[in-house]
């Protein structure tokens, strides 16, 4: 494997255009990562994401569902890790395009589903609920 010619500015954005992070000595002798020790030779581009619409478009009434979820959640409060909290994370990991398989996202509406009492709610009767939600919430802020 060749190295390629190093480019005028091109260092790494991890390790700062050293090839090594002093704090991480103790893994590979601290050799960075993200340039293999070789600041010059710029890191590979990060894989292509799905954009939070591409995720609407495919997986539009899961995502729909968490929304509504967290809203309902975040409407009656709990102490612990709720459910709101785990459907929050998930809507806004779908927004970074962090997670973009149904499979997934199906697990955290049935498991906030599960924690809320709300199995056998049908979606248009949750949306409408997350809906009455905002709605107190406005009227309450007035």
Do not use: N
């Not at 009492?117 to 107190?136: I, N, Q």
Request: glycine letters at 8%; aromatic letters at 4%; a positive charge.
């Amino acid at each position: 494997m060749t190295r390629r010619p190093a480019r005028k500015g091109s260092g790494c954005p991890r390790c700062g255009g050293t090839g090594r992070i002093d704090a991480y000595s103790h893994v590979a002798y601290g050799a960075c990562f993200a340039c293999g020790g070789s600041p010059d030779i710029p890191a590979p581009p990060p894989e292509p994401r799905m954009s939070y619409a591409e995720c609407v478009a495919r997986y539009g009434q899961v995502v729909d569902e968490l929304v509504a979820l967290s809203k309902v959640e975040a409407w009656m409060r709990a102490d612990r890790r709720t459910a709101c909290e785990v459907a929050v994370t998930a809507v806004d990991d779908v927004r970074r395009g962090l997670v973009t398989d149904p499979a997934v996202m199906r697990r955290l509406a049935d498991r906030c589903r599960r924690e809320l009492r709300l199995e056998g709610l049908p979606l248009p009767r949750l949306v409408a609920l997350a809906r009455e939600v905002d709605r107190r919430r406005t009227i309450s802020s007035q």
